[in-house]
Every structure is written in structure tokens, then in C-alpha cells.
């Protein structure tokens, strides 16, 4: 087996943040923090998709970045290449996890037959790296939106033919990802949307799209398979409208076809943002739902309008989503997947290691600032103390659920001035930016 970064070594820790080079300045795995350790706290995974295949590719021109296992002699060498290079990557950087699509892994072939004899096989090479590792799977997941025949959707695609073919990929996908232990099994409706709606019947498409998970639940149930199934929305892009938009509007969905106790989510950063919403926004969604089950870390660009799927560095984006992390009593199932690419002119095999320790050392820090934020209370003080006026008198009788129309009526005939309280953001801001600063 050849080493593919010789001039990488295993990535260490140092607490000399002026250090330069290739070093974890914020990550240290195994110092303590909420009493787990950071490596337990924190779950990284590298995606296969863009680590081990992206090449820096855009509209307007061909890859930049040439990868040593790119010269391999034929499609199912270079699989292979890729993953004795896909741990090589993860045990340099202490990564515990991956993720991948099933053709991520193993090329596609002429039939469905032949695409699963070729996945079978590397399959069985990356158990076996697994085994000499001790790595493990964070999420499996199948592509049905790269190759041509998915133009209308997969499980919505207005061709039947679509339907059954995205089924038996699925089912193949799961039988996988049990095989290899995964965590969980994603769903990414990249082109389960529409692009028109003068062509599209968007009942029987929604319809098809929760028979479809039905399915996938029922077999899950007949193999055996205990992994978290996990949807992860995104409202556009590749589609111009894609069914599960958001997290509210993926919970929605569960809940009409009866899948909700079957379903959580993975919460993608850039995804939240092209909804819309602030990452957070749609962590604390999922999460006082009992929903928020993995996450796809990675940020976007707010000047651009598109999924950047840029490494996560931004310090508040990293700490307000380690807040709903450690809200929820930390991850059980799920990790923190980098789903994140180096920018374009980052193309040299080095910036894998420098694009993967700068979102893990963005993680660490904030880690340590939410738990250093949960520890002291200041936030969760000063928002029980806004709604305090629901803790006795007639905001006690609303949250018991003794008030009416009628009560309260009566109630608010006879108030004079109402006086409120400040909601203090700008002081709020500025404890959050000393926590950050602090830790
Ligand atoms: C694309 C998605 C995709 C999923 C897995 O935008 O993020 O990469 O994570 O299919
Ligand atoms: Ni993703
Ligand atoms: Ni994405």
C-alpha cells in the first residue's frame, strides 16, 4: 500500500496558537469538555464525495486539483486507490467517521447488476480498513441525482421506470451501509422537486416521495438494519424547488405520511442559509422537535447565492451550533460531517489537511465557548427571565391551559399602561463575542 502523503504527518495539537504550519490549534481529542472528550464531543467525518472525488470543477472550467490516485489504470483501481487514500487522509487527521454515496465509492456500470458487483467489491475493502482502523461509518446514502436517467426526480420522477430503479439503488444502499455498521442512512432529495409547475403534479410527486420512505423504513425493519434514517433538506439546487425546503417543512411533510417517528434530521449549515435561515435557525428547530439527528458541517458564502460548501471557520456560526448540540445532550447518533470542499485555487493535495483542520479547530473552539456559555447560564438566565411574567399569575393560568377568550378578557379590561421588558440584544451579542474570545 503506498503512502499517497509522505510529506503529511499525523496532525498534532499544539497550545502555541501563533505556531505556524499544519497543526490543530483549537483541537486537542482528547482533553475533556463537558466531561466528554473532544473527539467524543464532537464526531468528525469525512464526506467521500468531495474529499476523495471532487477535483475543483465549476461551469466555467474542468478540475484544478489533481489527485495521486487519479492515475490508476481502470475505474475499479482507482476506487481502491482512493480508499487506502481516504484513511490515509482520516488517520492522519484523527477523523473517526466517514460518509459516502454509494457511487462515491465504486464506479457505476452498464447495468444495476454490474454497478452493485462493483460496489460489493469495494466494499469489502473498506470493511477490512475499518477493521485495521477502527474508523466507522457515519452515514451511507445513494446518489440519485448525478446520473441522467433522475432529470425528473427519483422517487418523484414522473417515469415509473425511475421510481422502481431508485428503489432497488436504495435498498442496495442500505444493504451496505448495515453491512459497514453506519450510524445512519440519508435521504438528499437533490431532484426531488420541480422545476416547473406547469408539468409537475405535486400531490401524486409528494405521495410517491413518502411511499417511497415507506418502503425504505419497511425494509429497514425486515433486515435489520438500526441505523437513524435521516432527511436532510435543502431548499434549491440543484432543483428550483426541492419538497424538503427546510426542517418546518420536512417535519410537516413527516407528519402528513405518518414517517415522523421514523425520521430525523441532518441539518446542513449552507443548506439553512439558501432557505433562508440562520444554520442555528434550523438546528432548534429540528431540535425541539426531538429531531436534530446529524449535521452537515460546513458554511456557505453569504454574498453568493449558491451551496459554497465551504470548510466551517466562522466562530458563531460553530458555537451557536454546538449550543443545540450540547442542548440536546450532545450527539447519540450523529456526528459532525464536513460536507465541505477547499475553494477552487486550493488545489493541492496539503489543502485537504489545512481545509479539514481549520473546520475542526473552528468546531473546537466553538465547543469549548458553548459549553462555557451553558456552564454559566448567562443566556438561558436572561431568556427564563423575559417569559418569567409565564410563571405566575394569569401567565401561569395561559401555560396551564386554565385561560379563555373569555378570562382573559376580563383580565385585560382593567390594565392600564402595559410596561415591557428590554430584549438587550446588542448586550447579548457582546457576552456572546467575550465567550468566544474567552475560551
Ligand atoms: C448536496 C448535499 C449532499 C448530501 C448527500 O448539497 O449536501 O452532498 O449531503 O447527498
Ligand atoms: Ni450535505
Ligand atoms: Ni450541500
Redesign the pocket.
Known sequence: MREYFANVKKVEYTDDRMKQGLCFRQYNADELVGGKTMKQQLKFSL?Y?HTMCGEGSDPFGPGTAKRPWQSASSPMEMAKERVYAAFEIMQKLGIGYFCF?DRDIAPEGTTLKESNKNLDEIVSLVKKMMADTGIKLLWG?A?LFSNPRFMHGASTSCNADVFAYSAAQVKKAMEVTKELGGENY?F?G?REGYETLLNTDMKREQDNMARFMHMAVDYAKEIGFDGQFLI?P?PK?PAKHQYDFDVASGIAFLRTYGLDSYFKF?V?AN?ATLAGHTFQHDLMVARINGMLGSI?ANQGDMLLGW?T?QFPTDLYTTTLCMLEVLKMGGFTKGGLNF?AKPRRASYKPEDIFYAHAAGMDGFAKGLKAAQKIMDDGVLDRFVTERYSSYAAGIGKEISDGKADFKSLETYALDLKEIENSSGMQEYLESMLNEYIMSV
Request: hydrophobic fraction near 20%; glycine fraction near 6%; charge should be negative.
Open positions: 464526506a464525495w454515496h446514502t446518489n440519508v438528499w437533490g436532510e435543502k439546487e441532518n446542513e443548506h452537515d451551496d460548501d460536507d
